[in-house]
């Protein structure tokens, strides 16, 4: 669903599992097996009737016990089949759901995950589809056979005797004049219990994602208190429930008890009448029990459909946002999806022209009015205090976001009408932070590379970006598995993986977000020069927080409250722009040692 279509109405619980996609052939056996398990628990009352009669009559009871074994032994089997059928169904769903939401996820644009936490996300994908997978499994199975007991043995019953019918059957309806209203205030106990249940889940990937930050300002405590709070509220919900359940319990024996002292009562008046047999007797107290366990399957399915169905409403809210919209568009001239996804396609220029920016749900503008140009073959760097809009003017250029007026162009035309794809293909970005994905060296180095990579292109790429001298040491080389975040690595080693990954993805645009900020003296020369060669002929644009850096740039714009205070060489800054040859000053005239600390900030 693109970003301009209008949404559905919300999924129900049932369009959801049909979105899954379920095998209808897998279905209907599932049924006949359910039909077949149900009419030999129903006939096994019958049978057991006919062999009580046998016995009281003096007659040979071998043909009733094989054939009651029989009966017994098939009703086993295909409820044992249909269990098996249903479940693999069940969970063919559930995964086809879990799939759809990753696929879903990932398909969000950047500002869907500053509105939610990555963790509430997570719990979509698990939690919430458990609770569809419950229904979907074994409360499905119990609703098909639990239906089918229930309607055929009243429908025995009836024929049996219509006295003792009514009997058994108003025992048991007034044990549930109590029973639904408790199983009702279970299903409001159980959403609540999702729900903290995510956030829980939200705290805890956050917290253990940035567990140094936690430690390095021993945050323990604190982090401890919020989960205990949210462990406390699910605890307090699950005893509420726990003391639901022990009451549903006793009432429901209760009421078992009760039917079977209320059929005996009558239907030994009625035996000792002559009005039914002994053997319709026992039918009779045997079917209290197929009576009465399909309605506790049909509480439990209750419960569990509410559970699922609220479930079912967090999934769809997920599956109706609005994505990316990556739409082909026609390909312009030198724009056509094939060369923009090639390595070394050609660059063009890059404009900004009279862009407006404000973060959704924030008020505030980032950016007034901010024109730049950025051109091939060249360098610009982008400068300013922290704040100030760089890292929005490269989410803007990477299209995470949209802007609210303006435009942004590339060799003319607004880079709105181009393929997304396409578009985020022609551009290279070295982040400052250098993130790491789980998975080998080769992965981190080939990662979201469309073509095959071998192993000399990969150590080409290393070699360059002077990363190769470690990695020939690790312990399998290009296939030695990283820690999350990379904390096996040093920053600077995570810094040359991730330029290396640039060199094998050849891009248009090269974006350097301090590229070079974690690399030793000797390193950093390699890099350069390596990156010098990367850079040539492209559309560069570099963002600086030591002005050394920037000082060969072929154009400066110095960024001051969301606008453009100054813009030029660096020598040009210096003799227009007050604020930027303060500045310089102050780096370049600090103590040895103060002058790499004193930067310009984000």
Known sequence: MSADRPPRAPYSLWGLVRRARPSLRLLGAAAAMALLAAAGQLAFPMLTRELVDDIAAGRDITPRVAGLALVLAGAALASALSSYLVARVGHGVVAGLRQQLVDKTLCLPVAAFDRESSGERVSRVISDCDAIAGLATRQFVNLLTGVLMLAGSVAVLLLLDLHLTFTLLSCIAAAFVVVIPLALLLEGLARRTQDHTARLGGILTHVFSEIRLVKAFTAESREQARARQEIGEITRLGLRSARINAALEPLISLALTAAVIAVLVVGTSRVSRGEISIGTLTAFILYIFSVAAPLIQLTNFTAELQKARGASGRIARLLIEPEEDRRAADAAPGMGAGLASAPGAPAAALEFRAVFFAYPGQSGLVLQGVSLSFLPGTTTALVGASG???????????????????????????????????????????????????????????????????????????????????????????????????????????????????????????????????????TEHQVRQALAALMRGRTNIVVAHRLATVMGADRIYFLDGGRISGMGSHDELIASHPYYARLVARQFQAPRGEGEERRVGR
């Open 388 to 522: 100030q809009g760089k890292t929005t003017i490269l989410s803007l250029i990477e299209r995470f976001y949209e802007p609210v007026a303006g435009s942004i162009l590339y060799d003319g035309r607004p880079i709105a009408d181009l393929a997304l794809g396409d578009w985020r293909a022609r551009i290279g970005y070295v982040a400052q932070n250098a993130p790491i994905m789980p998975g080998s060296v080769r992965d981190n180095i080939a990662y979201g590379l469309a073509r095959r990579v071998s192993d000399a292109q990969l150590r080409e790429a290393a070699e360059k970006a002077g990363a190769w001298s470690f990695i020939e040491q690790m312990p399998l080389g290009l296939d030695t598995p990283l820690l999350e975040q990379g904390n096996n690595l040093s920053g600077g080693q995570r810094q040359r993986i991730a330029i290396a990954r640039m060199f094998l993805r050849d891009p248009a645009i090269l974006i350097l977000d301090e590229a070079t900020s974690s690399l030793d003296s000797e």
